[in-house]
């Protein structure tokens, strides 16, 4: 074989032969580059064996430190069953790209469809593209929505003052090009302080959007009232979640929520960094507002149902500057793998992690708060996964003692952890106590 | 072959009930349907799917502009390494492995590039343009200078129209020239104190090496813009050229066009983005560096902030790693030059008119009379994946080629007898087709006017 | 649908050179001729591949006594964990962790079949036959008491009567009884002081529970022979019958059948073997068994030595396990109580004549006055796998038919429509079946007369 | 859902109609089991979720050392790519049976069609079957060959006298059955003692049985006059060897080789405690004596090229007490591993591998020779991946005290050690010397 890129199948004698065969005595003779710019130097990167980088990118993961997370605040993980795995990796799911030929892809189109088809379950509301990246583009875009769509004149955007600092940042430079500015308003005991929202909400307000459960986990108790306050000022509601949280939790619909957002990779992926899965679901009067792509139903020309893309007229590559969004690569094969942990669950079993979510999360925090210098929940109400925690010392520096012990945890204040617990985690939660004991 | 919806197998509706509940009934909903089906009822579902969708594994992909290459399955296990599983709100000193890695490829691709500094938080191409763009913004803001343009040739990708805007800019449009690059005159009457930036793909749309980019660079900077890189076609320079020596100030990479990290359908995709020195200071937050031996996270002095909630596709990160690491030198140039050698003895081959030229790594043919996506759609009937149609929008019926370096001559003589004979079809046949796939051609005005983007849209049309 | 041969996308002789080899001329080969090819190339050359192989996962695969059941995709990771792989001559002590799942394994066995002791180095059912064999051979023996017969029922396996001639012994065929069972006068015609075993799969291979078995059991051990119990067909039984509570001294267990470790297309399997407390001590060595907290190796007293040149097949075995533990007591009952329930619903269904009953897991249905063979050919037209075909023999045309538990009533409605239809079908079609799949009936008998093993053959053919 | 098997997809309310429509109130009523022999006690085995299974059976396995291992004889593995576990896995491959219908199962049938041929090509012999179990019950399959196909009516199979402990005694229970006799015949320096061979070989004797490489990774210098010698008297010559090997060493065919058994798993499998790949080759002339099974090219209705297994009168299924072997199952998966393995290596790498299997065993060897107290190779001549080591000190507690040292060899004699590298363990030879000079 020639030397060079293992994936390029060409035989020397092959290469000769097709050169000729257009003309050229080179390779080099096909490249049109003028001498100026041309490159003659070196990467200075070394081919390795398939092994070696294997070996290789082990050795430098295995720097991470072996630690028992109990980490959360949008990105979450629940055990994915290995049939995810085997399934998403087939190379006729992994491998295909976009599904411009909807004749030969029908079988991601139809993942893509039923995924949309969850979620519309899951929101209640109509409409549900095939992903944005994450949660805090995906909030990002719906106030690009909120702009587009908006039934008031306003450019408010008012956002609760307690978010995750990455979804605001996201949000700023999103809304930086047009003329929208955000604005936090106040929570109380880490939900919505209602009455000081509705005082802020007025009728030049796009949007306000709350979460439920909020990055602190707390479980929004007053959603309904936020969604008239929302509606009688001509506001867009737009309410943030998790796919999980969805199949407990008040469905978004019957608190008047216009748009629904938030993350979807709570099912489907390891933890892996922050990389994510932005849901996106909105009632059918924005429909042409949406961002992203959608999957309908069609027929075929034997009138048999088929899937394809749609109301493509939205896109980048066809309106260009005048899309709703500029998103083009998505995270579809994300999206194909949640679908299925969500089918794998089904409605009980979806149901059921969703309670554990609730459970695991108050047992955790009775046993933190019966420690001596720890308060837990600090936020009174009911918890979805995860809650922050009091404690006399610094928050810090029991962060770090808890690190040497082999747990990682939140610092959200200068004396507040934030603690979450999946099933991941569950069989370790007595261990946690127990390292908390030892470090306090 | 059909496959009913999970819906049309089981539909089974929970009940929250307050009594085995641990929240009282005003904060949860009353119950949820969706489809209750066991693992082997699953297995069988997604395993059918599977066998109905086209891919790299499947077949040749020769779609313009989308660079499908082989996606090496090491690479999947290299990701799959369970101490890659780790929050991003881990301390720095307890993820040493991730920021390392993380940091060795900012340097991989700085070199590649001819880049200072790279970010790898943009999760796509995409997002990459929109990081870039606001980079060029805040640096025109620190200089006191708010410009409000961007200009982009009209053979550009539509996310660079779509970029631009979502950044607040006017979009100048600049028309193609003659020989199908950029019209050196019509910039110079584009260009102006107000322009922010230019966005440029090179080689362009349709395969052309931009031969003016020094010049072009030139009349940019002297305007006080910045020139931007759009790395869709970097997979036809490899090793040859760099975006950083022919004056480009910003650029994206697709991993997923150019270091072959699986599309999966539409993604995730990664679309880090490089920096000249002088731009360093605008990227992303937080960003990696080395300091004395271990690596650290830290937001750079004038950061536009963030383009993701974390760390963009760490995961796809990871392969692009390993396909590079796998490459090399040797292997990275070699796969561009077998990418252009393809994409040419290709067009050699095809009976179509290719207009514009000497291409690189894909061409644009023209389908003349023949509809474009006619052609296409008659393609898939021959058992190939046919190209990009009428894009750009510029040649005529187009039909956008690019077979990348995985083919070999034999797959190419296929791919070329599967246009030559659908060219050689009637014209009946064409609009016919596709006759002999599993799915016959789809209506897609149909899906646009009456919209069902759900089980639930389905269940109630039938009702 | 077809795909080359590797050889005809490639070949390439590499020649042996004595100026480049390590090793003198006269120790080499002179060149060797395969084809080369790329990782790409060889992707797409077995995705296609498989994409022409039924399998569990494609659709129902009811094969009477082959138990294709799901293989769960997770016992795949647990055997792939890298402290798996290791060395078979690695000291016990370190190789804990392997001796302590094998003797887990073993004892879980033991416990579902009411066995005392069981060896897991049978790498197939048929090596367990001839393990177990082995070890009746050795207790006759043991006890000065050589005989020379075993006794199998014609409908039993073709291994066991095989394996019985492999260890030397003389098959004593037994006709089977009006009822389908063993006829027990028939039986106690063939007892006699010569018959070292008798071999019986229980429920039969009909699915028949062979009723009189306290009975058969005392009169073979009354000659002093041995009960051997064939495991094929355990999957009716779990949890509600053990062979060592019927008289059973020695059996074997299909792990690819009952314990749901996948086919392979044929293989690897792998057939533990059970026995008695009295017969443990010829069990093949070396055996697992923990001491003081250890594990260890140790050769049993009398051991019948080796079946296999190692451990058999570990991989399998650690699948095996995976997938017990996953089920546990109340999953294995269960698995059993469906399967015998999806026998009996199908067979409901199903326009055919099932002449023996009450049937367990499987029901052999008959083809009447089609031919059977034709029948199952027509049912691939029809999207589904058919049945085991003309076997066992006794029953004309059979229709040897296991849906296991693994299909829900709406496949089994959709096998039973395959059935339906292929008998309606015309005489023609069922001999021109199958007539919808990619390739149409292939001729055997060609193949037999004119054998082409390679594509050496299939070369020297064509010149 | 219902409780009890996950992998059974009935819901409770399917259950009961079907029930009814076979008449049954309950699924016991389906039992046809005498009362004598119903089993209605408890297994006492508890189901565990899956990610409890897997993270019991990891805990499990970890118990093994974590050991460099230098083992071979007869088990050998090298690096395995992750395209051969990647396609193999693939569900249509993996979850497929034994191929009866063959219009259904082409894909399978072809990939074995392939093994067979590559090893028709490496072995030059024309026919090769689809697998037996591992090298040891080929061996001995062959001796059975030997036994029903024999030229002489002789019934001694002579084997050398070191042989691996395993492959002899299945040989032995192999032709317990027959009225077949194993003898050995002496080695000389680790080669066949050529002229004791002569002298031992009569016309009763059935199949003379040599090893290239031998079990201490010798190459046998005189393996034609091994042919010759059998063929004078009318033996059956049998040679063992692995697929690797066969790539570089003389060609089977070419010295006489009647039958060619061994190892194929050296490809396409990791190390798997002896779990193994048994390749069967033969003349034309034994064709119907082979055992297993075999498939053949023939032509579909459409005359199109098509795949089937064929002459299945040899087996156990069609001829039963009568059949050439009683294997049914085989090692059907592993092959088609194997086959991928090969075809990634091509030509070129499968030659490149057999040369680094003589070369880094020179090198390992003379390393070890050059330390005090040891001598290595203690066999002169050439080797393939493995030898002997001669050590002054008790070899056992060498070996002890290496595994301490986080590396495994073989104990071959008092004093003698053998050691085995292939491309897994090669980077770690330095660290391997260098542990002989700490335990020495």
Chains 1, 4 share one sequence.
């Not at chain 2, 009937?381 to 956008?400: C, I, N, R, S």
Request: proline share 5%; net charge negative.
């Amino acid at each position: 074989m020639t030397r060079g890129s293992p994936y390029a199948p060409h035989t020397d004698a092959e290469t000769k032969e097709m050169l000729a065969a257009v003309g050229a005595e080179s390779e080099e003779d096909l490249f049109d580059i003028p001498e100026a710019v041309r490159f003659d130097g070196e990467f200075g990167i070394e081919a390795r064996r398939e092994r070696d980088v294997r070996r290789e990118i082990a050795t430098t993961l295995a720097k991470n430190d072996d630690l028992t997370e109990f980490l959360g605040r949008g990105h979450h993980s629940h055990y994915v069953p290995s049939l995810v795995d085997d399934l998403s990796r087939r190379s006729e799911f992994l491998t295909s790209y976009t599904q411009y030929q909807p004749e030969i892809t029908q079988g991601f189109l139809q993942v893509l469809f039923e995924y949309q088809s969850m979620l519309v379950e899951l929101t209640g509301l109509p409409v549900a593209n095939c992903s944005m990246y994450d949660d805090a583009t995906a909030l990002a875009e719906a106030a690009r929505l909120a702009g587009r769509a908006r039934r008031v004149s306003g450019e408010r955007v008012l956002v609760p003052e307690i978010l995750r600092e990455g979804k605001r940042r996201v949000l700023d430079n999103y809304v930086a090009g047009t003329d929208l500015d955000v604005e936090t308003y106040p929570m109380d005991d880490g939900t919505v302080d209602i009455d000081a929202l509705e005082a802020q909400v007025d009728e030049d307000v796009a949007m306000v959007y709350a979460e439920n459960p909020t990055v602190r986990g707390s479980i929004e108790p007053r959603l309904a009232e936020i969604g008239d306050i929302s509606d009688d000022s001509g506001a867009l509601f737009c309410l943030g979640t998790d796919i999980v949280a969805l199949a407990l939790l008040e469905e978004p619909a019957s608190v008047g929520a216009d748009v629904v957002v938030g993350e979807a990779d709570a099912l489907g992926m390891p933890t892996s960094y922050g990389m994510g899965l932005g849901l996106f679901a909105t009632r059918e009067e924005f429909l042409r507002q949406v961002p992203g792509r959608l999957v309908g139903a069609s027929e075929d020309a034997a009138d048999k149902r088929a899937y394809t893309l749609t109301l493509q007229t939205r896109e980048q590559h066809i309106r260009k500057e005048r899309a709703t969004s500029n998103i083009c690569t998505n995270q579809a094969w994300v999206a194909l793998r949640t679908a299925m942990h969500a089918a794998y669950l089904g409605p009980s079993g979806l149901v059921d992690l969703a309670k554990r979510c609730v459970t695991d999360a108050e047992s955790l925090a009775a046993e933190l708060d019966g420690l001596k210098g720890v308060r837990a929940p600090v936020h009174d109400g009911h918890h979805f996964r995860e809650f922050v925690v009091h404690v006399d010392q610094p928050a810090k520096a029991i962060a770090s003692d808890l690190e040497a012990e082999g747990f990682a945890v939140h610092v959200v204040g200068e004396h507040r952890l934030q603690v979450c617990v999946t099933d991941l985690n569950a069989s370790k939660t007595d261990a946690l106590v127990s390292a908390f004991e030892e470090v306090l | 072959v059909y496959e009913p919806l999970l819906s049309e197998k089981n539909s089974t509706r929970v009940e929250i009930d307050e009594e085995d509940s641990p929240l009282p009934d005003d904060l949860t909903r009353d119950s949820v349907e969706l489809p209750e089906l066991s693992e082997p009822e699953l297995a069988r579902h997604y395993t059918r799917l599977s066998q109905m969708n086209w891919s790299v594994e499947t077949g040749p992909y020769p779609l313009g502009s989308c660079t499908m290459k082989y996606n090496p399955s090491f690479t999947e296990d290299v990701a799959a390494d369970p101490n890659a599983a780790i929050h991003p709100d881990r301390s720095a000193r307890s993820s040493q492995g991730t920021l390392e890695l993380l940091s060795d490829l900012q340097d991989y691709l700085g070199r590649i590039g001819g880049m200072d500094a790279v970010t790898l938080q943009p999760p796509a191409g995409a997002a990459g343009e929109f990081a870039g763009i606001l980079v060029a913004k805040a640096y025109h803001e620190a200089n006191g200078n708010d410009r409000s343009e961007v200009i982009v040739p009209a053979s550009a990708h539509g996310t660079n129209f779509a970029t631009a805007a979502m950044a607040g800019y006017d979009v100048v449009e600049l028309p193609s020239g003659e020989d199908g690059r950029v019209d050196v005159e019509a910039l110079d009457a584009a260009v102006s104190e107000d322009t922010a930036a230019l966005m440029l793909t090179n080689p362009n749309t349709v395969g052309l090496f931009e031969r003016d980019i020094v010049e072009i660079a030139e009349m940019v900077h002297d305007a006080g813009g910045l020139l931007y890189y759009d790395g869709a076609n970097l997979n036809a320079l490899l090793g040859r050229g760099r975006p950083g020596d022919m004056g480009f100030d910003i650029m994206h990479y697709n991993v997923h066009k150019t270091f072959a990290t699986p599309h999966g359908g539409g993604g995730p995709g990664a679309g880090p983005v490089g920096v000249v020195e002088e731009l360093a200071e605008f990227l992303p937050s937080p960003h990696v560096r080395e300091r004395g031996g271990s690596y650290e996270l830290y937001e750079p002095e004038r950061s536009v902030g963030k383009v993701h909630g974390y760390a963009g596709n760490w995961l796809v990160l990871v392969k692009a790693y390993a396909y590079i690491a796998r490459l090399g030198d040797e292997g990275l140039a070699d796969a561009s030059a077998k990418a252009v050698l393809n994409a040419n003895y290709l067009a050699e081959q095809v009976d179509l008119e290719v207009p514009y030229g000497p291409f690189h790594h894909e061409f644009a043919a023209t389908a003349g009379e023949r509809d474009a996506a006619d052609v296409a759609k008659r393609m898939l009937d021959y058992g190939v994946h046919p190209p990009t149609t009428k894009w750009p929008e510029f040649v005529p019926e187009a039909m956008l080629t690019e077979p990348t370096e995985v083919e070999n001559r034999d797959s190419l003589d296929d791919l070329a007898r599967a246009f030559n004979e659908s060219l050689a079809d009637s014209e009946e046949e064409l609009e016919d087709a596709p006759s002999r796939t599993a799915a016959r051609r789809i209506d897609q005005a149909s899906a646009a006017r009456n919209p069902r983007l759900s089980w639930h849209a389905l269940d109630a049309e039938e009702e």
